[in-house]
């Protein structure tokens, strides 16, 4: 079945330094999302890309899809202690209705 | 935003004991409902597609008699965890898309302890 890995699992950064995280599918995708859970909460959308070679920014955050639209990126600039939780992407192959859950990277952000 | 409403927040029951957790899309129809299951520091576990007016679909190693799908409505999506055992102790949480393959918006979700 289809996998969707992330790396890395855990990311501990001092506040004002950047972030990456990584999301690989063993299948193409139609399209993938990214979500944000915080600790105790639910996962919150924050965006979805459809377009090989797609990137999107919001403010500090910047998405994109790869061109073989198999692996996307999540990198935020100068993060805050608001960014803390965990980031999920989420690819959905063409033909079905469920997106598949990465396996998720957990920031910690140290003030 | 869309909003969906999770109930209850959490529970504790009694093993052998059957729980049931309500999911509502509060300001739209969802045709469509999914149900997770995330254990600590771990994803979300697809468990099943709960379909409006016809049987749920089951993930592969998901028991359809242990966990009961009932989407009687637009708006609203049971899951009832039967003869619970305290290896079902866990996070559920069910999600809704206003439109298909969209974004999903997610219930705050039901943490669940089995004694």
Known sequence: GQQVMQIPQYQHVQEG???????NSSTTLSNIQWYKQRPGGHPVFLIQLVKSGEVKKQKR????FGEAKKNSSLHITATQTTDVG?????GLRGGYQKVT???GTKLQVIP | GAVVSQHPSWVICKSGTSVKIECRS????????????QFPKQSLMLMATSNEGSKATYEQGVEK??????HASLTLSTLTVTSAHP??????????????NEKLFFGSGTQLSVL
Do not use: H, V
């Open chain 1, 101 to 103: 859950f990465g396996t």
């Open chain 1, 61 to 64: 955050l910047t998405f994109q």
């Open chain 2, 26 to 37: 509060l300001d739209f129809q969802a045709t469509t409902m999914f149900w997770y299951r």
């Open chain 1, 86 to 90: 965990t980031y999920f992407c989420a």
């Open chain 2, 65 to 70: 008699d242990k966990f009961l799908i009932n």
């Open chain 2, 87 to 100: 290896e079902d102790s866990s996070f559920y949480i069910c999600s809704a898309e206003p439109r298909a």
């Open chain 1, 17 to 23: 330094e950047d972030f990456t995280t990584y999301c």
